[in-house]
């Protein structure tokens, strides 16, 4: 019996071990990936910016002509520090809050759904956007980044995994 247990334990160990591994490829496509799709929201918002003040006017944002250019920028912006890894906590906490605002502002139907049609609530436009600036936010950049080498650089162990 201690030997079945004893081999359990190793089978348990290793097979977290991989998949553990996995952990920082992960988070490099979460990373690449939606820091893409914020860089082509943003990039699409800066060059429509009359469009989406029109927008931002619609749904009651105060100061649109000014929010505009600031939410488009941080997109953009944020998208490109996501992608590359650097600052990489930081922005996904301003990119976090920015997905709950666009919630708040112009899904609020799908934020209010959360417990009772949850369909809705990830159905949303900004569901995928916040899922994935909090998971970096929480796990961090993984490895292969440059929060890693800058860490490293500067010689702090784990500057953002």
């Given at each position: ?16 071990r991989?998949?553990?591994f996995l952990?920082?490829p ?7 990936y939606w820091?893409?799709?914020f860089?082509?929201?943003g ?7 009359s469009?989406?003040?029109?927008y ?22 944020g998208?490109?520090l ?12 301003i990119?976090t809050i920015n997905?709950?605002?666009a ?5 609020r139907?799908?934020l209010r759904?959360f417990?009772?049609?949850p369909?809705?609530?990830?159905a949303a ?11 970096i936010?929480?796990?961090g950049a993984?490895?292969?980044s440059?929060?890693?080498?800058l860490?490293?650089?500067?010689g702090?162990?784990?500057y953002?995994?």
């Amino acid at each position: 019996m201690n030997s079945l247990f004893h081999r359990l334990r190793h089978w348990h160990d290793q097979f977290f071990r991989g998949v553990s591994f996995l952990q920082s490829p992960f988070l490099l496509f979460v990373r690449l990936y939606w820091g893409w799709q914020f860089m082509q929201s943003g990039w699409g918002k800066l060059h429509n910016l009359s469009n989406v003040a029109d927008y931002f006017t619609s749904i009651g944002l105060p100061h649109p002509g000014l929010m505009a250019p600031f939410i488009s920028s941080l997109e953009f912006f944020g998208g490109l520090l996501l992608f590359l890894g650097l600052l990489s906590r930081p922005i996904s906490l301003i990119l976090t809050i920015n997905m709950i605002m666009a919630y708040v502002t112009a899904d609020r139907e799908a934020l209010r759904s959360f417990f009772s049609d949850p369909g809705k609530f990830y159905a949303a436009d900004p569901y995928t956007f916040l899922f994935a600036s909090m998971l970096i936010l929480i796990f961090g950049a993984g490895t292969f980044s440059l929060d890693t080498l800058l860490g490293r650089w500067i010689g702090v162990s784990k500057y953002s995994r």
